[in-house]
């Protein structure tokens, strides 16, 4: 059937064909548009893919820890999952390049090569990485280029190329991936964009970081080894060093124990025989009763130190071994104390025993616990002052046996309760220390408790007192059978040498032990005003808190010294103060005050007591100590044990030494007094020799100057200036033999006979022989010697001076003009010696402007620094000067003498007297 269309009909039919064609263009467009969508979907698939790979690879990069090991995953990645023909990753080493991976689809051959291939720097592929740090993509590059080597190193046609970053500018490596030409289109087609843009490039960033964390690490690892290799080699030399440590460590152990032993032996010997002798009964006077008595108490206690070493010794070695017994405690301890109880009488201390109405066995090593138990009584009593209360208590529990001993002592800080019971451990140990001991006995009672399975253990207050508390397990379960000695045990006496100090205690009070009486201390400490020292006997004081010691010095000392005792350092210095001794004697280590102390305080006592000798004894042997000791100003230093020979020598030269001193000092203070007197006369003498010099001529008839210095100690220099006839002036210069107030005397006397003739002599020879004669008649007993000069002088109106001049063994004149210096001498003896004399008398004249000069010899004898006198060109020089300066003459030149003499004051007086006739005048 035909279809019959009507014309409306067919032009609907023509708008249908066109909304069909529109309709499938449309169709057309979606199914383009899903396609497209459908492609970017695979992109994107594929994109997270490649996220989800790099995700993946990227952790198995962090986890690898080492770098080619990274390599590898890189290289895997790229071949297998971003469909590279081949890839290879290049690091740097320091000569070049080297392939630490390669993957790929290749022929063996290919794979050797690669596996070989060498790039050293500067070879062409080498040089082409290092120019390209930003990386590269090349397509056949053409033959010739740089890329074109490493292509065919590489065996391929097109190769890309990406740093591998090393820091911000740094290069470490690079990733190279590529195909080659006869699989190009495999490998492009299925390579696509999105897979190498996204992968590749992220791969290679990722595989920088993954570099640096394993370098890192190598580095770490490398510093880690070595610090191991170095705390390795530190721990070998340790336990090497440790080793022989332990070595010596057991030597002297070994030698500690074996000379212990050795000791004991000859000391256990003796202490035997003293024991026997001082019986109750022995026939023995109360003096050696006395010595015997101490040097016992001195031996056991040696013995107790030397025990106490041993013990100590095995205890470093761990040698301790038990033999244990079941003691009956409460017999035991009671019979402990009552063996103290004397010495306890002696010093009021009471003693008291808290124990179970029922006795009970105690399973220990018997001679541990009586050390153990011992030692705290002693401690006790020790550290207890007198009139003080010791309690021991004893207790039965379950499980435990304790044991307490409580004092009302001086107790024990806080931060020291651990440490006592340390080896050599004491609260005091400086040297002002109360107390003697070693510091051994709570370790060893620590360690006794722990041999035992028990504790020790201590509550304590400054000051009240302190108590120890010994904890042992109940019955025998706990110890070892093969220890456990199941014997009956006999109650015995502790051993006389753990009692020792406590009777010592005791006897400090200058009363005996209980078990072995003796008289008290030969010497007692005297007080120090109470006995009238003897004056023939020098006196020393000993000053030490050993009672022993002090008596021992002091039998050594006390048959050449009155000798006085102290206990410790304070009570020494207040005996020496009131003593004033002449040696002190002192131990070091002493209670209240040091032997250093002591000698300081003494040495820097305003008093006498400065200077009394001090000598120190001490153990201490090391250089430090001595230095110490001299440096606090002790005398002599003796190191104990001391020879008691040497100590009397020692003390008999310092005795001697200070009595000479105090013998040089009365010298000296006499000395002193003396020389005030004499330097008080010699004022006077001065006074009285300045008294006598006479008052000069007025200038208008006779220039004159003149001095007079007396020296130090006053010389014998007189001079005198009369007008004896009318314009006749007589100059008159006299030196006396002799200095000092005699030879003031004597001046003194000359002066006055001289005065006696001056005036009526009518010349000057005449007035020198009257002078003699007065002289030598005087007293026989009055030595008269001296040197005089006497001139008469005329001044002429024409300014010159008529001159007469006799001389008696005095220095020359002088007369000083324009043209120099003239001595004139007249010849006459020194006068005093005989009563006939003859004396030239000259006759001369002095032109005008000429200066007669007269001095005395001590003017011209003084010397300079080099010991030229000043009497040659010197003086001849300070003339010419002063006259040339025409003021006073006399004064001028003694000026030159003191700028010129090297002592001063002058050795000898110096006397100038310097005339001139005044200058010419009109005769009328
Ligand atoms: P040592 O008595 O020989 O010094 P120890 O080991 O027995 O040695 O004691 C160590 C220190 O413990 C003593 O020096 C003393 O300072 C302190 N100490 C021990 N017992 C007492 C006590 N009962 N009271 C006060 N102090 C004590």
């Not at 510093?223 to 060093?241: D, F, G, I, P, Q």
Request: with cysteine; net charge negative.
């Amino acid at each position: 059937m035909a279809l019959q269309l009507a014309p409306d009909k067919v032009e609907s039919d023509v708008d249908l064909l066109a909304r069909i064609h529109a309709l499938s263009e449309q169709v057309k467009g979606l199914v383009n548009a899903e396609k497209a969508l459908y492609d970017s979907q695979q992109q994107l698939d594929a994109q997270v893919r490649v996220y989800r790979q790099l995700y993946e690879v990227g952790k198995r990069l962090n986890a690898s820890l080492d770098v080619d090991n990274v390599a590898r995953i890189i290289v895997q990645f790229v071949v297998y999952e971003l469909y590279f023909e081949r890839c290879v990753v290049l690091l740097k080493t320091n000569s070049g390049f080297r392939v630490a991976a390669h993957e790929g689809y290749y022929n063996e051959a290919d794979a050797s090569a690669l596996e070989t291939l060498e790039l050293p720097t500067g070879s062409p592929v080498a040089s082409v990485l290092d120019t390209y740090t930003n990386g590269f993509s090349k397509t056949e590059p053409s033959e010739g280029s740089p890329f074109a080597a490493l292509a065919v190193a590489l065996r391929l046609d097109e190769l890309t190329g990406l740093p591998i970053a090393a820091g911000p500018d740094g290069v470490r490596g690079f990733v190279v991936a590529g195909n080659r030409a006869e699989k190009w289109e495999y490998h492009t087609r299925v390579a696509d964009e999105a897979k190498f843009a996204l992968g590749f490039a992220n791969l290679v960033s990722q595989s920088g970081t993954a570099l640096s964390t394993v370098e890192a690490y190598a580095a770490l690892n490398q510093e880690r080894n070595a610090l191991e290799e170095k705390v390795r080699e530190r721990t070998r030399e340790l336990s090497t060093a440790m080793e022989s440590l332990k070595a010596l460590d057991k030597l002297k152990t070994n030698f500690f124990s074996n000379v212990s032993h050795e000791l004991r032996t000859p000391l256990t010997l003796s202490i035997g025989p003293i024991e026997m002798l001082l019986r109750p009964g022995t026939a023995l006077d109360a003096e050696s009763r006395s010595v015997l008595t101490s040097v016992h108490a001195n031996q056991l206690r040696l013995l107790k130190l030397i025990n106490d070493l041993l013990d100590f010794s095995k205890m470093e070695e761990g040698k301790h071994s038990l033999r244990v017994v079941p003691i009956p405690l409460v017999q035991t301890v009671r019979y402990y104390l009552s063996t103290l109880q004397a010495a306890a009488d002696v010093r009021r201390i009471e003693l008291l025993l808290n124990v179970p109405e029922d006795d009970d066995v105690l399973y220990a090593d018997a001679n541990m616990l009586e050390k153990i138990v011992m030692n705290l009584l002693s401690n006790a009593f020790k550290f207890t002052p007198n009139g003080g209360k010791i309690t021991l208590d004893v207790q039965f529990d379950t499980a435990r046996v304790v044991v307490a001993v409580t004092d009302t002592g001086i107790g024990i800080p806080e931060d020291k309760r651990e440490v006592i019971f340390q080896r050599f451990s004491q609260v005091d140990s400086g040297e002002n220390r109360q107390y003697e001991g070693t510091g051994i006995g709570l370790a060893m009672v620590k360690e006794y408790m722990a041999l035992h399975g028990g504790v020790v253990s201590v509550e304590s207050a400054v000051g009240s007192g302190s108590k120890f508390t010994l904890a042992f397990k109940r019955g025998s379960a706990h110890f070892d059978p093969r220890d456990i000695a199941d014997q009956h045990v006999e109650v015995a006496a502790p051993k006389a040498h753990n009692v020792v100090d406590i009777w010592e205690t005791a006897r400090s009070e200058s009363i005996a032990p209980p078990a072995l009486s003796s008289p008290p201390d030969a010497v007692p400490a005297a007080p120090p005003t109470a006995a009238a020292p003897d004056a023939r006997r020098p006196t020393v004081l000993v000053v030490d808190d050993n009672h022993d010691l002090r008596r021992y010095i002091s039998s050594v000392l006390s048959e050449h010294f009155e000798v006085h005792v102290a206990k410790d350092g304070a009570a020494g210095l207040e005996s020496a103060r009131a003593l004033v001794p002449d040696l002190v004697i002192s131990d070091v280590m002493m209670p209240r005050m040091s032997g250093y102390e002591l000698c300081r305080a003494m040495k820097q006592d305003a008093s006498d007591l400065a200077r009394v000798p001090v000598i120190l004894l001490t153990a201490k042997a090391e250089r430090s100590m001595r230095l110490e000791g001299l440096q606090c100003g002790a005398d002599d230093y003796l190191i104990k044990p001391f020879d008691c020979d040497e100590l009397l020598a020692r003390a008999r030269n310092l005795i001697t030494l200070r009595a000479q001193e105090n013998a040089l000092a009365a010298a000296h203070r006499q000395l002193v007094a003396h020389s005030e007197v004499i330097a008080r006369d010699l004022r006077q003498a001065r006074a009285f020799q300045r008294s006598l010099l006479p008052t000069e001529p007025s200038p208008d008839r006779l220039i004159t100057s003149t001095v007079y210095e007396p020296c130090a100690v006053v010389g014998g220099d007189i001079y005198d200036i009369v007008e004896v006839r009318s314009g006749v002036f007589r100059l008159f210069i006299a030196d006396a033999a002799g200095h000092g107030v005699q030879a003031s005397l004597r001046t003194i006397l000359l002066r006055n006979e001289y005065d006696g003739i001056k005036r009526h002599a009518p010349s000057p020879q005449a007035a020198i022989v009257a002078l003699n004669d007065r002289l030598t008649r005087l007293d026989a007993d009055v030595v008269m010697h001296f040197t005089c000069a006497c001139v008469d002088v005329l001044p002429r109106a024409d300014g010159t001076l008529d001159v007469t001049y006799a001389n008696a063994g005095h220095v020359p004149l002088f007369v000083a003009g324009a043209n120099g210096v003239r001595e004139v001498l007249a010849r006459g003896p020194l006068l005093g010696f005989s009563p006939d004399i003859t004396v030239d008398e000259l006759e001369f004249r002095v032109d005008r402007d000429e200066t007669l000069i007269l001095t005395s010899d001590g003017m011209l004898e003084e010397r300079g620094l080099d010991g030229e006198e000043f009497g040659g060109e010197p003086f001849l020089r300070a003339l010419v000067e002063a006259r040339s300066r025409g003021g006073r003459i006399a004064s001028d030149l003694l000026e030159a003498l003191k700028r010129f003499a090297a002592s001063s004051p002058l050795t000898d007086d110096v006397t100038i007297v310097s005339v001139q006739a005044p200058a010419a005048r009109t005769v009328e």
